[in-house]
C-alpha cells in the first residue's frame, strides 16, 4: 500500500501536492489524530514535500534555460535537458 501512495504522488501537480500537504499539516497540528495514524499521514507527507521540492526544482531549471539578448531581454529558451 505504501508503494501505491508514493507512485500516485509522483502523478500529482505542485498545487494538489501542496493542498494534501497542507491538510496533513492542520491535522497534525490539531493533535486529534491516533499515534498510528499520525505516523502514517507524517510519512506521507515528508513524500508529499519531496514531491513540491521536485517540481519547483524543475520548474527552477526550466526558467534558467531561458536565454537573453545583448540588451538582457528574454529572447527565447535553450532546450532543457531533464531527467526523467
Excluded: W
Amino acid at each position: 500500500m505504501a508503494d501505491a501512495n508514493h507512485a500516485d504522488i509522483k502523478k500529482l501537480s505542485f498545487e494538489r501536492a501542496l493542498e494534501e500537504l497542507e491538510s496533513i499539516v492542520t491535522r497534525l497540528e490539531g493533535g486529534e489524530v491516533a499515534l498510528e495514524e499520525s505516523v502514517a499521514i507524517y510519512e506521507r507527507g515528508e513524500a508529499l514535500k519531496r514531491r513540491c521540492e521536485d517540481l519547483l526544482r524543475q520548474a527552477e531549471a526550466r526558467v534558467d534555460k531561458i536565454t537573453v539578448d545583448t540588451k538582457g531581454r528574454p529572447s527565447g529558451t535553450a532546450p532543457l535537458d531533464m531527467p526523467s
